[in-house]
């Protein structure tokens, strides 16, 4: 089962339970986990046709860059770290390059018997936006946190061919609770879209902005609702919707498929819009806060369970004194795993087995509700495989120039993604 904790009440009940929000800002940069998946794969956008346009007529087909980067402070990127990553970094990086993290520096093993369980080999997926138009910077919805706006935007790939609708797959980036880079991970969302898919990158906000899981929850769902409004625009297939997402997004993703049905979350403009989803693809997301920690040695457990840290505003609001350690009834309401529902769309997750920032069990026992509950699910295990393709922790074995490709943009990888896509496509 998912939860070890006592739930201190009905799960049904805990799932529509709104956390109240505070509305104290400015809690500093912690040492906790996630806070690196704003940048997963050495292929990110830098941003540079980021000027808005209408449709994708008015848009040009945009490459892939590769100009070199270098750390905040002026110093070297550490070896094997992708050179291309969002240049606005986030504060706390220091000059060295590598994240001030908690990440575990020794994983348990866990039983997967019911994963599919893969050694990723073999060739690296080509970044190559040659066969999408791609069109950037759309404003899809200006939602208000404790008075303050907050413009959000898309970018959004539309396969060239598109003269009959395309299934749609809305990427949610990570960012540790904190970031939503919508331009990170080109390459993987590129190679989705070449293979037949609409796919628009979002953005959400975040603990940065004063927000919550629900705010971001939200969030996810308004973007959903404006492309279904804005289908004709984009070749979009409404009745084909996707949500993928790494981390943070995969967390978003988890529990925007987890939620189809209940109109909760749905605040803003298209209502006349449906932002239920046809499937879930979860990379590495987590799940029930108070367990993501589980595998990991106690220093690890400490830095994630720390009070007032981002996943703990992540639940409870800017500016709390509380930790997401014990399964409050706000913990558990942001839990996944208490949405279930016949409804529930079908999930694809997927982890690392050294994941050192999210507990690799936090993908299985989400994996187990959903199963126990009789929605369709599938779990694949990246044997040696890291927290993306970033290079840290102790998973990081492929560096720069390495023969070796990335576990996480393989072809054998990204297969198993696309193989889930045209699976549930009706």
Same mark, same amino acid.
């Given at each position: 089962?998912?939860?070890?904790?006592?739930?201190?009440?009905?799960?049904?009940?805990?799932?529509?339970?709104?956390?109240?929000?505070?509305?104290?800002?400015?809690?500093?940069?912690?040492?906790?986990?996630?806070?690196?998946?704003?940048?997963?794969?050495?292929?990110?956008?830098?941003?540079?046709?980021?000027?808005?346009?209408?449709?994708?007529?008015?848009?040009?087909?945009?490459?892939?860059?590769?100009?070199?980067?270098?750390?905040?402070?002026?110093?070297?990127?550490?070896?094997?770290?992708?050179?291309?990553?969002?240049?606005?970094?986030?504060?706390?990086?220091?000059?060295?390059?590598?994240?001030?993290?908690?990440?575990?520096?020794?994983?348990?093993?866990?039983?997967?018997?019911?994963?599919?369980?893969?050694?990723?080999?073999?060739?690296?997926?080509?970044?190559?936006?040659?066969?999408? $138009? @791609?069109?950037?910077?759309? &404003? +899809?919805?200006?939602?208000? #946190? %404790?008075?303050? =706006?907050?413009?959000?935007? *898309?970018?959004?790939?539309?396969?060239?061919?598109?003269?009959?609708?395309?299934?749609?797959?809305?990427?949610?980036?990570?960012?540790?609770?904190?970031?939503?880079?919508?331009?990170?991970?080109?390459?993987?969302?590129?190679?989705?879209?070449?293979?037949?898919?609409?796919?628009?990158?979002?953005?959400?906000? $975040? @603990?940065?902005?004063?927000? &919550? +899981?629900?705010?971001?929850? #939200? %969030?996810?769902? =308004?973007?959903?609702?404006? *492309?279904?409004?804005?289908?004709?625009?984009?070749?979009?297939?409404?009745?084909?919707?996707?949500?993928?997402?790494?981390?943070?997004?995969?967390?978003?993703?988890?529990?925007?498929?987890?939620?189809?049905?209940?109109?909760?979350?749905?605040?803003?403009?298209?209502?006349?819009?449906?932002?239920?989803?046809?499937?879930?693809?979860?990379?590495?997301?987590?799940?029930?806060?108070?367990?993501?920690?589980?595998?990991?040695?106690?220093?690890?457990?400490?830095?994630?369970?720390?009070?007032?840290?981002?996943?703990?505003?992540?639940?409870?609001?800017?500016?709390?004194?509380?930790?997401?350690?014990?399964?409050?009834?706000?913990?558990?309401?942001?839990?996944?795993?208490?949405?279930?529902?016949?409804?529930?769309?079908?999930?694809?997750?997927?982890?690392?087995?050294?994941?050192?920032?999210?507990?690799?069990?936090?993908?299985?026992?989400?994996?187990?509700?959903?199963?126990?509950?009789?929605?369709?699910?599938?779990?694949?295990?990246?044997?040696?495989?890291?927290?993306?393709?970033?290079?840290?922790?102790?998973?990081?074995?492929?560096?720069?120039?390495?023969?070796?490709?990335?576990?996480?943009?393989?072809?054998?990888?990204?297969?198993?993604?696309?193989?889930?896509?045209?699976?549930?496509?009706?």
């Amino acid at each position: 089962m998912l939860h070890q904790h006592s739930s201190p009440t009905d799960p049904a009940a805990i799932g529509r339970r709104r956390p109240a929000r505070r509305r104290a800002r400015g809690t500093a940069l912690l040492a906790v986990t996630l806070v690196t998946a704003l940048a997963l794969t050495a292929c990110s956008s830098d941003d540079s046709s980021d000027e808005a346009a209408a449709a994708p007529s008015s848009a040009s087909p945009s490459a892939c860059p590769t100009a070199e980067m270098s750390a905040p402070g002026g110093g070297e990127m550490p070896e094997g770290m992708p050179t291309d990553m969002p240049s606005d970094m986030p504060s706390g990086m220091p000059a060295g390059g590598a994240m001030d993290l908690g990440e575990a520096t020794s994983i348990k093993e866990i039983d997967d018997s019911t994963s599919t369980v893969i050694d990723p080999q073999g060739p690296s997926i080509t970044c190559d936006t040659s066969a999408v $138009t @791609t069109t950037n910077d759309i &404003t +899809y919805a200006t939602p208000t #946190t %404790d008075g303050t =706006s907050t413009e959000l935007k *898309l970018d959004i790939q539309v396969p060239k061919d598109s003269s009959e609708a395309k299934p749609l797959v809305v990427y949610i980036t990570g960012g540790g609770w904190q970031r939503a880079e919508r331009t990170g991970n080109l390459d993987q969302r590129t190679y989705v879209a070449n293979q037949g898919y609409v796919v628009a990158s979002v953005q959400y906000r $975040t @603990t940065a902005d004063g927000g &919550t +899981y629900e705010d971001a929850l #939200t %969030d996810v769902k =308004s973007a959903i609702r404006y *492309l279904r409004a804005n289908a004709d625009t984009y070749t979009i297939d409404t009745g084909n919707v996707f949500v993928w997402g790494q981390s943070a997004g995969g967390y978003l993703a988890a529990m925007t498929g987890a939620t189809n049905g209940d109109d909760t979350y749905d605040a803003g403009d298209n209502l006349d819009q449906s932002s239920d989803v046809q499937g879930v693809v979860d990379e590495f997301g987590p799940a029930n806060l108070s367990r993501i920690a589980d595998d990991y040695d106690q220093a690890a457990k400490d830095s994630n369970y720390e009070a007032g840290n981002p996943a703990a505003q992540w639940v409870y609001g800017a500016g709390t004194t509380e930790s997401t350690e014990e399964y409050t009834s706000e913990v558990a309401a942001a839990d996944p795993a208490t949405h279930i529902t016949s409804d529930t769309a079908p999930f694809l997750l997927l982890h690392g087995s050294a994941d050192p920032l999210v507990s690799p069990s936090q993908t299985l026992n989400l994996f187990n509700s959903l199963t126990e509950e009789g929605v369709e699910a599938e779990r694949v295990v990246l044997t040696g495989a890291g927290h993306g393709d970033m290079a840290f922790g102790p998973a990081a074995t492929a560096t720069e120039g390495s023969e070796s490709a990335l576990p996480w943009s393989t072809e054998e990888t990204m297969s198993h993604i696309t193989d889930f896509l045209a699976a549930n496509t009706g």
